[in-house]
């Protein structure tokens, strides 16, 4: 190996990552559709012969950190007689090992050569408008098995030689309801590809090849070794913490996420053993049974955080392992249905989150808003031909979480996915849909001492017949954003069909939703959560808060106690307000919402850990009916997301309670309680 010094490595360190700055860049400027030139849905690197990715964007979108970690080493060993110009492509989680983890990503790998042996490989992703599948855009969350979500791509070569597969580009592009913008967007990763080739093969000029390949190595142990050193600042132990998504979509049930995670002498173990099985629908995550980037994320920020300069590649991920047997949510398991896998990644970050405030909790901010939209709208073309017309509207977010001193971030949510918003000029030239408003929402963030940061808010308008709105990653319409350390919840996510009309409806969590010309659709996204008591909350930045739209004049005093009149703070009446205001949050950890507490006082931890391991015993072909049919016999009659209250169809707790064990006991037999010791 040859020997590199501290200077000549962070030089190296300094140009691997602007070789994949220039393929960003290349991909960002060449792709067609918007989606991807403009908001951002893409990712590259560069990885070295065991497919560990070295180089890292300086400035990644979607990708963010934590998706260092994509396994390209399943692909590159199936591909042992790779020759110059090749690459490989695929976009299917179960036959790559999950380097895609659902089938609108599109994964590039091209093996970059010098005097005739691999130094290292390019990779590139990006997601195509449409691959064909039972809807447009190929997403919805009532698919129930991947062959409704499009057509599958096994690691091939879709490029021999420098030459493109045309047998492939046949069927690529004969299975897609876009496929001019998934051809331009196809080229676009192929000129990154290039990009990377051209760059690397400038730095071995300068450096030597041997010096390009040994730094790979020094660089990935270097970025573990000050992973750990971070890793090491958190005290020891094993804490654990659970979190929901609001239903599965197919039943009106929610699934729970939950972690215990061990931190150990620089070392983290993720245990996913008792989160919620499999759901019917499509929100599974492909992890493929083992620790993959998915489960990462706010750790990885976190590490991130407290160390600046730790450089950007996989070495990030070597102290960190996973316990994830089959048959959870997090473990999608063929052939399971798995294009809305970020709902329940994002509900596993947050639970992430909820762990790292009680290992760390001076040093970690309160959950986002956990709720993050697609909204995409398919319409007949105008053109007349046989044909959809696939345009994103928007990608959506709720606003960041406080932190003690500081209030979260407004508007954007950058705790998963950083997509850039889509400009509204582009949406509406593009599209038969008028935008009405696009703001901020009031009162979305989480009130505490440090304020939630607020969601975004849009109402858009159909302006032609025969349009199909398909929002991907409603959730928190029941269970809020939980306030930490005296904070109240954050507000839950709302979406409003035709508000301040007549035949204003609100809408629970859908799969499509046929708009007539003239209908119109607001999205309220929820907010970050706070942290601390809000009484104590300078009346000032209340009233800052109101000023900017953040924050009602009706929200300022039911919220934080804070009366105004005039924009100005009314101290007398202030004043009066918080001595007679409901008594602050008691409790030390979490609000977690009424809504919430009335669902755990039935189906609490502990009895949802014995639920689950008897689960789990049961053959997978009836383990969902068998769940499905227990929380029947409990609440017969739940609502949906957001068209009623949890607690008022539970009722009773106590006599739920005795439902649930009769019901449990029918299903699992008398010794049903002792899966668990």
Known sequence: MTAINPALLEILSRKVSGIADEM?????????????????????????????????????????????????????????????????GTNDAYTSDGLSTHLPDYHL??????EGRVVAYGWCFCHFNDVGGRVPGSVSPTNTDIFQEGMRVPPLKIVRGGEVNADWLALFVANSRSPELNLGDF?????????????????????????????????????????????????????????????????PYPYRIRLAVTFRD???????????????????????????????RRLVTFICTHDKTIPFNAGIFRPIAAINPPGHAMNAE??????????????????????????????????????????VYSEPDPDG????????????????????????????DASYVNIKNQRLETVE?????????????GDSGGPGEWRGGVGQMITFEARRVGGTLIIQGIDRQRFQGWGVFGARPAAPFRVIRNRGLAGETELSRFDRLELAAGERVTVMMPGGSGMGDPLKRDPESVLRDVRLGFVTEEGALRDYGVAIAAGRVDRAATKRARSEHPSPNVRRDFDVGPEREAWEAVFDDETMRVFNRNLYKLPRSVRLARRTWIFEQVIPTMPEAGQGSVAAAIGDADAARSRLAEAMESAFGPDYRSVVE
């Not at 989606?35 to 400035?59: M, R, T």
């Not at 790998?109 to 010098?114: D, G, Q, T, W």
């Open 429 to 441: 030239s593009l599209s038969g849909i008028a935008v009405n408003e696009y703001e901020v929402r």
């Open 109 to 114: 790998v091209r093996p970059y050569f010098h």
């Open 385 to 412: 031909r046989n044909r959809s017309r696939i345009t994103v509207v928007q990608s959506m977010r709720g606003g960041m979480g406080a932190y003690s001193g500081s209030d979260g971030v407004d508007g954007r």
């Open 24 to 88: 960003a860049l290349t991909l960002k400027r060449t792709a067609r559709s918007a989606f991807v030139k403009e908001g951002g849905d893409f990712g590259v690197g560069v990885a070295d012969l065991a497919g560990n990715i070295f180089a890292w964007p300086s400035d990644s979108t979607v990708a963010g950190v934590s998706t260092i970690y994509y396994p390209l080493r399943g692909v590159i060993e199936a591909f042992p007689d790779l020759e110059p110009g090749d690459v490989i």
């Open 187 to 251: 080229k676009a990763l192929l000129a990154a590809l290039e990009t990377g080739a051209r760059r690397a093969q400038r730095m071995i000029a300068r450096h030597g090849a041997d010096a390009f390949i040994d730094c790979q190595e020094v660089l990935l142990a270097y970025a573990e070794e000050k992973t750990r050193a971070v890793l090491r600042g958190v005290p020891e132990g094993v804490y654990e913490f659970w979190d929901f998504v609001d239903d599965d979509m197919i039943t």
């Open 266 to 296: 620089g070392a983290v173990t993720i245990d996913l053993s008792d989160t919620d099985p499999q759901v019917p629908g499509a929100l599974n995550y492909p992890s493929m049974g083992r620790m993959c980037a998915g489960f990462t």
């Open 334 to 375: 063929f052939p399971n249905a798995i294009g809305s896998r970020l709902d329940t990644i994002r509900r596993l970050n947050d639970v992430m989150n909820g762990v790292l405030l009680q290992a760390a909790p001076d040093r970690m901010a309160a959950p986002a808003g956990g709720a993050s939209l697609e909204i």
